[in-house]
């Protein structure tokens, strides 16, 4: 399910199916390394996509966690975000990233925290991007399935 009034709607009247919230983590930047920042989100983005699209009806899609400083000092903020999604009811809350300076730091700290390097997606035709995100999701998938276990 996405984050919009229909798809909510729906959740509203399923939530006891719903147990899993995924939030995309981005970095935002302003100066010399905007274009790789760009390309973890597009990455990122697209491959929430995929994973909503596998799970309606088990998972709904939040609107990303955007940051501008370094992971750690964003890591108040994060933890609220998944605090109040387990207050509304989400059993798993996941996070996924391209960002490697979250590998080590949400691993330890929030478990469910998903690391993927991102795949330059910006010469690929569209059935490339799509094949590239199905390979993804075939290495994704089980971890997402291991927390739910």
Do not use: C
Not at 31 to 45: C, D, H, L, V, Y
Not at 60 to 87: G, I, M
């Amino acid at each position: 399910m996405k984050w919009n009034v229909k798809d909510i709607e729906l959740f509203i009247r399923e939530k006891e199916y719903v147990d899993t919230a995924l939030i995309p983590v981005l970095p935002v930047e302003f100066e010399s390394n905007m274009k790789r920042a760009a390309e973890q989100g597009e990455f990122i983005q697209l491959l929430s996509m995929h994973l909503e699209r596998q799970f309606k009806g088990r998972l709904v899609l939040f609107p990303a966690f955007t940051y501008l400083r370094e992971p750690e000092a964003e890591w108040d903020l994060l933890s609220s975000w998944r605090t109040r999604a387990k207050e509304g009811g989400f059993a798993h809350v996941f996070f996924l990233t391209a960002d490697k300076r979250w590998s080590s730091l949400g691993e330890e700290k929030l478990g469910s925290f998903f690391y993927v390097p991102s795949i330059p997606l910006e010469h690929m035709e569209e059935k490339y991007k799509h094949a590239a995100m199905e390979d993804q999701l075939k290495t994704l998938i089980p971890k997402m399935i291991k927390n739910w276990g």
